[in-house]
């Protein structure tokens, strides 16, 4: 049986703040024909909103904590203003968008992260996701925008990396569709060179990866999104690609491990 092509989109929260990229990568989501979904990260209006709130942002090793208080305005904000906005965006290029998120229709369910070694607050680790209902709205037409907030079916919201949600919807609708995934951020792709644009590698393979992350020519928010890329392709994703926002169809091709006879 032939799947049916679905794009999987995740935005990255610089893009989101930025409104020329924004509007960029709206129109060229847009133009993606067939079903889509996207899904967007926070960027920092959180912690401009939280301040003004007089709530403090903690941070561990350069990482969010999400407090109780902190819990609230990413609800409010990426739950609220930063998903309504791309909604209401994509509404006016004639896209069918719903905005939700993991509790909605019970989508995604993750259980809060153990406070041991680094107790990071209300963040959440994907456990489950809906492939019935988000298949029933990709079947009505609908075009699903999802927010970093995910729950634990127990009442408490909790923020998960856009990353991460990204590939686990990926790797959960591979079985029902022959899925692109494809992860938007600030730079063209995984470069050999972080500060040259043009030293772009245009396919990575978990050996090449690893190799990079010893010489630290790969770092920072580029490991774990990798380590989401290679979980995805490795598990039914039909293709992973890291790019920017404005060349969808360039950037990185995330390499499949080679099969093995053991
Ligand atoms: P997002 O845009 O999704 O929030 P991140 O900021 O988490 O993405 O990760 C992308 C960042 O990773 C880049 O902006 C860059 O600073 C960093 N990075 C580290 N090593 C590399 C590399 N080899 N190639 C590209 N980016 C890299």
């Known amino acids: 049986m032939i799947k049916e092509k679905l794009n999987i989109i995740k935005v990255g929260g610089a893009i989101v703040e930025d409104e020329t990229s924004l509007e960029g990568l709206l129109m060229s989501f847009s133009s993606l024909k067939g079903k ?100 029933s709205l990709l079947e009505a037409g609908a075009v699903p925008v999802l927010a970093p907030l995910t729950h634990d079916k127990e009442g408490t919201m909790l923020n998960t990396n856009a990353d991460t949600i990204a590939s686990s919807v990926a790797k959960a609708l591979s079985g029902e569709y022959s899925v692109t995934l494809t992860f938007c951020s600030s730079t063209p792709g995984v470069l050999k060179d972080v500060n040259d644009p043009t030293t772009l590698v245009s396919k990575i393979s978990k050996a090449d990866f690893r190799a990079m992350v010893s010489d630290g020519s790969i770092s920072e928010g580029m490991i774990p999104k990798l380590q989401n890329a290679f979980e995805a392709i490795n598990a039914g994703v039909s293709k992973v690609v890291i790019t920017s926002a404005g060349n969808l169809e360039g950037g990185t091709t995330i390499l499949a491990d080679p099969e093995t006879d053991d």
């Open 36 to 135: 889509k979904i996207l899904v967007h990260g926070g960027g920092k209006i959180a912690t401009q909103v939280a301040s003004k709130l007089g709530i403090e942002t903690q941070m561990i090793d350069g990482r969010r904590i999400t407090s109780a208080p902190m819990l609230k305005v990413v609800t409010m904000v990426y739950g609220g203003l930063v998903n309504k906005d791309i909604v209401a965006r994509l509404q006016a290029l004639g896209e069918n968008a719903i905005g939700l998120t993991g509790a909605d229709m019970n989508l995604i369910m993750s259980v809060k992260r153990p406070v041991d070694p680094v107790n990071f607050g209300y963040v959440g680790d994907v456990k489950f996701v809906n492939v019935r209902s988000l298949k």
